[in-house]
């Protein structure tokens, strides 16, 4: 059984100019106190190390997780520059094959899509690791941090989205109980069978602390009188997305 402290201690050992390039560029970019840090790097490169099927898909899976944050890092719709970076990365890794480099930015590139049947296995991997790696008990945390980012402020509960998400394009709301409702929903998107063991638990504190919100709104008679106060949250949205 793969031995994960062990695995991480060895690999930053062994590429240390791709390891501090990595953290460098976080840096850089100032990738902290947002959703997408350096912290989350390094859980998604290694849970999917955890969840590979192989241990040369988990080798270019870890490489594709330690990049993967460069789409928050420049914006997601510049591939080229994304591409560029990732190489120039990727060139701080003497024994990694020439062909492997195309799977892993291929990976990169396209971690944030809906899953695709022709996903190769590196992206398989590592679109479930990117969503174990948005997994945390701190998940309202990141949340406020991440939806921050995006859109310039943030409600963190909303009855209206405690027991159900918006059906609004995601992100449209700036609430943490919207944004729990989301992760949830990956759930069922889960490919490995690995990552929907390491998930489950995850998946069901997540949904048992919307639950118990729903239970303390109940008994305050708010959740039963919701539609009184969607005009306050209607017209709070429209200052928080000045
Ligand atoms: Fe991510």
Same mark, same amino acid.
């Given at each position: 059984?793969?031995?994960?402290?062990?695995?991480?201690?060895?690999?930053?050992?062994? %590429?240390?100019?791709?390891? &501090? !390039?990595?953290?460098?560029? /976080?840096?850089?970019?100032?990738?902290?106190?947002?959703?997408?840090?350096?912290?989350?790097?390094?859980? *998604?490169?290694? %849970? +999917?190390?955890?969840?590979?099927?192989?241990?040369?898909?988990? !080798?270019?899976?870890?490489?594709?997780?330690?990049?993967? &944050?460069?789409?928050?890092?420049?914006? !997601?719709?510049?591939?080229?520059?994304?591409? *560029?970076?990732? !190489?120039?990365?990727?060139?701080?890794?003497?024994?990694?094959?020439?062909?492997?480099?195309?799977?892993?930015?291929?990976?990169?590139?396209?971690?944030?899509?809906? &899953?695709?049947?022709?996903?190769?296995?590196?992206?398989?991997?590592?679109?479930?690791?990117?969503?174990?790696?948005?997994?945390?008990?701190?998940?309202?945390?990141?949340?406020?941090?991440?939806?921050?980012?995006?859109? $310039? $402020? /943030? *409600?963190?509960?909303?009855?209206?989205?405690?027991?159900?998400?918006?059906?609004?394009? %995601?992100?449209?709301?700036?609430?943490?109980?919207?944004?729990?409702?989301?992760?949830?929903?990956?759930?069922?998107?889960?490919?490995?069978?690995?990552?929907?063991?390491? +998930?489950?638990?995850?998946?069901?504190?997540?949904?048992?602390?919307?639950?118990?919100?729903?239970?303390?709104?109940?008994?305050? $008679?708010?959740?039963?009188?919701? +539609?009184?106060? $969607?005009? %306050?949250?209607?017209?709070?949205?429209?200052?928080?997305?000045?």
């Amino acid at each position: 059984m793969l031995n994960s402290s062990e695995f991480l201690r060895q690999m930053a050992e062994k %590429y240390p100019e791709f390891w &501090n !390039r990595v953290v460098a560029d /976080h840096i850089k970019y100032m990738m902290f106190g947002r959703g997408h840090d350096f912290l989350h790097a390094v859980i *998604v490169a290694q %849970y +999917g190390v955890l969840i590979a099927p192989d241990e040369n898909t988990s !080798r270019m899976a870890w490489f594709a997780g330690m990049l993967h &944050n460069i789409d928050r890092m420049i914006g !997601r719709q510049r591939a080229g520059t994304i591409t *560029v970076i990732a !190489r120039d990365c990727l060139g701080l890794v003497p024994d990694l094959k020439e062909k492997e480099i195309p799977m892993i930015i291929g990976a990169v590139l396209n971690h944030w899509r809906l &899953n695709e049947p022709d996903d190769s296995p590196v992206l398989v991997v590592l679109k479930d690791a990117d969503r174990l790696g948005n997994l945390t008990p701190f998940h309202p945390a990141r949340s406020v941090q991440h939806m921050t980012e995006r859109l $310039g $402020g /943030h *409600v963190v509960v909303d009855p209206r989205f405690v027991a159900k998400k918006a059906d609004t394009e %995601y992100g449209n709301n700036p609430t943490t109980m919207d944004d729990l409702q989301a992760c949830l929903e990956w759930e069922p998107m889960l490919r490995l069978p690995k990552a929907q063991e390491i +998930g489950r638990p995850m998946f069901d504190f997540l949904r048992q602390m919307l639950e118990m919100e729903q239970q303390r709104l109940d008994e305050t $008679g708010i959740l039963a009188n919701v +539609g009184l106060l $969607g005009p %306050y949250f209607n017209e709070a949205y429209t200052h928080l997305k000045k």
